[in-house]
């Protein structure tokens, strides 16, 4: 038996963590989500909690990679002539107090669109060559993508998922993820959102009803731990 000693109960289920059936999946950690002039901040908020998981995730990241566990990333983001965009989401995107949103042209290039500066990922956390980056054009890295499949060919179960943000895309992937049968554990402190109540709320929401999304870790540290001697 190898497991994470997680809340509400040890991580994964089966006991099988290996490099063979898990994969760690870094979420959304894009400029636009961690620059002061990226598009978080066009919609008023203060990105110190977006950068705050970054040294976490970095850990993860060395852990991972050392140990030849899969390593999945994730990119929020719109085509550019927006076609995969509703007229609800754009008018959503709108409503703050710059009027800016998704496809509007700000400091590092149009809002959350592919190709564009900020819809980058940060430096701090850049895929390496062979790890696949699963751009998307909402919240869940299911919808609309081909995630899945890329985990169905290498016969991955188990999700370490961190990144931004907690109470958004990471809740909305880790939700999907438990309906298809994927067990997952979340890295709270690998992990962030626009407001600290956000990401504890969420955090507190995976673990009810004995673990109905999955698993929760506090510390990047003990999952560092336990994949450096599995």
């Known amino acids: 038996m190898m497991q994470i000693d997680s809340y509400p109960y040890n991580w994964p289920c089966s006991g099988q963590l290996s490099s063979k059936n898990t994969a760690l999946v870094v979420i959304d950690m894009q400029i636009d989500f961690c620059s002061p002039v990226g598009y978080l901040a066009h919609q008023g908020y203060n990105i110190s909690q977006s950068r705050a998981p970054i040294p976490h995730i970095a850990s993860l990241l060395c852990a991972f990679r050392e140990a030849g566990y899969p390593i999945f990333h994730t990119r929020e983001g719109h085509r550019s002539d927006l076609s995969d965009l509703t007229e609800r989401e754009l008018s959503r995107s709108r409503n703050n107090p710059t009027g800016l949103g998704i496809g509007d042209t700000g400091p590092l290039g149009r809002l959350l669109v592919r ?24 919240r869940s890295a299911f919808i609309y993508t081909d995630f899945e499949l890329l985990l169905k060919v290498k016969d991955i179960r188990n999700l370490v998922i961190c990144g931004l943000t907690t109470d958004l895309c990471v809740s909305s992937t880790m939700r999907e993820a438990s309906d298809r049968g994927y067990d997952c554990l979340i890295v709270s402190d690998a992990c962030g959102a626009t407001m600290q109540k956000l990401h504890e709320s969420a955090v507190e929401m995976m673990g009810t009803e004995g673990g109905i999304f999955g698993a929760i870790v506090q510390s990047a540290r003990q999952v560092v731990e336990a994949i450096g001697t599995s």
């Not at 190709?115 to 909402?138: F, M, R, S, T």
């Open 115 to 138: 190709g564009e500066p900020g819809h980058d990922i940060i430096p701090e956390v850049y895929p390496l060559p062979g790890e696949p980056i699963i751009d998307k054009p909402g």
